[in-house]
Structures are given as C-alpha cells and as structure tokens.
C-alpha cells in the first residue's frame, strides 16, 4: 500500500520559514509528480504546488508550479534518492495556517489525478 | 471564490440515489478529467473517483461522468458511511495549476 508521510510541521512567527517533508514508500516515487494541497481550518481543500517527475535516465521533467497566492515565497523540490518530497515555506503568513497534505499525481487517460494522501502536516502561523 | 462550483449540500436518505456536481470552464473540467475526493469528519481526502473510473476498493456505488464543462459524482444506494464532503478537482490550462471546488456536504438521513 503507497505511504506518504509528512514532516515538519509547527508554530512559526509571521515572516518565518518552515520546511515540509513528505516520505514516500511502497512504490517508485521516481516515476511520479507529486504536490502539495493544504486545508484551512474549517475550509476546503487548496492547491499549492506540484512538481513532475525527472527522468532517471535524461535528467529531463521535474517542472514545478504554484498557486499565485504562494509563488516566490514556497518552493517545492525532491530528493529521488531519499523518496523524500519537500516544501520549503519563506515569507509565511497567518493566511498560510492550514494542513499541508502531500499527494502522489496518478497520470490516467492523459489527466494527472492526486490518487494517494498523507496525514498531513499543521502549519500554525502566529505571534 | 473556487474555481470549480459544487453544491454547498446535499442530503438523501439511506438506499436513495444522489448526484453531486462540478461546474468548470473549457479549460478545466471541459479538457480534462476530474477526480473526486471524499473527507470524512476533517479527516486525509481519500479518492473515490478519477474521471470515470473507480479505484481499488471503491464501491461500485460510486459513479463518474461528465458533459460539456460539467462532471458529475453519483452514488446510487446510498450508505451511512458515505456521509462526508466531497471535492471535485482537474488541472487548468489557463491557470497552470490545479483547482478545488469548494465542497458539497453530503448528509445521509
């Protein structure tokens, strides 16, 4: 069964850093895009970032995206040889208080589909 | 405001059949399959379906379909334990980014 298990998570003041990690197991992390998607408490669901997959043998994907409202503050990166996704958080600000889950993006019929969740991860942003 | 609308909430009672809804735009929903995802009391999103199409250890309860800019999510014979939140989302082409609806309650009387 595909485990995904976030870290890293706290109490930061505003204008602080944080960096998320997300463990991956039971399947070849190499050969998927993952992203990140956060939930508000008592809101839904939001889109953060994404990254691709980098192709062992060229060296070739890994394109990144972001949610404007977290763009040059947040950076997503991984770490194929430690299955590890990341989430280095800059700038943070109260808006950005919410559970950080992390997700595997499943390519089916040429839509990429997060297909398998973490726990999550709170973020507390406070003075 | 979502970019993917979704009813705020749905009720039905035990057995019955409901169908949720997620209106997008061309370059969402219209161009690209949509997954749903149910939440039960706050707790991880778990997939219930990607497009049309069930995974593993979905009841066949659960249906996917779309037309046009508009994807659907039935359940037909609905259960108690169906009762949670659900969220249609897709990739925009636009945007260059994913977007959430903003998620239907479903209740089960």
């Known amino acids: 069964e595909v485990q995904l298990l976030e870290s890293g998570g706290g109490l930061v003041q505003p204008g602080g850093s944080l960096r998320l990690s997300c463990a991956a197991s039971q399947f070849s992390f190499t050969n998927y895009a993952m992203t990140w998607v956060r939930q508000a408490p008592g809101k839904g669901l939001e889109y953060v970032s994404s990254m691709e997959s980098v192709s062992s043998i060229t060296g070739s994907g890994g394109d990144t995206y972001y949610a404007d409202s977290v763009k040059g503050r947040f950076t997503i990166s991984r770490d194929n040889s430690k299955n590890t996704l990341f989430l280095q958080m800059n700038s943070l600000r109260a808006e950005d208080t919410a559970l950080y889950y992390c997700a595997r993006v499943l390519r089916y019929s040429g839509t990429d589909y997060p297909d398998y969740w973490g726990q999550g991860a709170l973020v507390t942003v406070s003075s | ?109």
């Open chain 2, 1 to 109: 405001q979502s970019a993917l609308t979704q009813e705020v909430s749905v009720s039905g009672t035990v057995g019955q059949k409901v169908t949720l809804s997620c209106i997008g735009t061309s370059s969402n929903v219209g161009r690209f399959g949509v997954g749903w995802y149910q939440q039960i009391s706050h707790g991880s999103p778990k997939t219930v379906m990607l497009g049309n199409s069930r995974p593993s250890g979905i009841p066949d309860r659960f249906s996917g379909s779309k037309s046009g800019t508009i994807a659907s999510l039935t359940i037909s014979g609905l259960q108690p334990e169906d009762e949670a939140d659900y969220y249609c989302s897709t990739w925009d082409s636009s945007l260059d980014v994913r977007v959430f609806g903003g998620g239907t309650k479903l209740t089960v009387l």
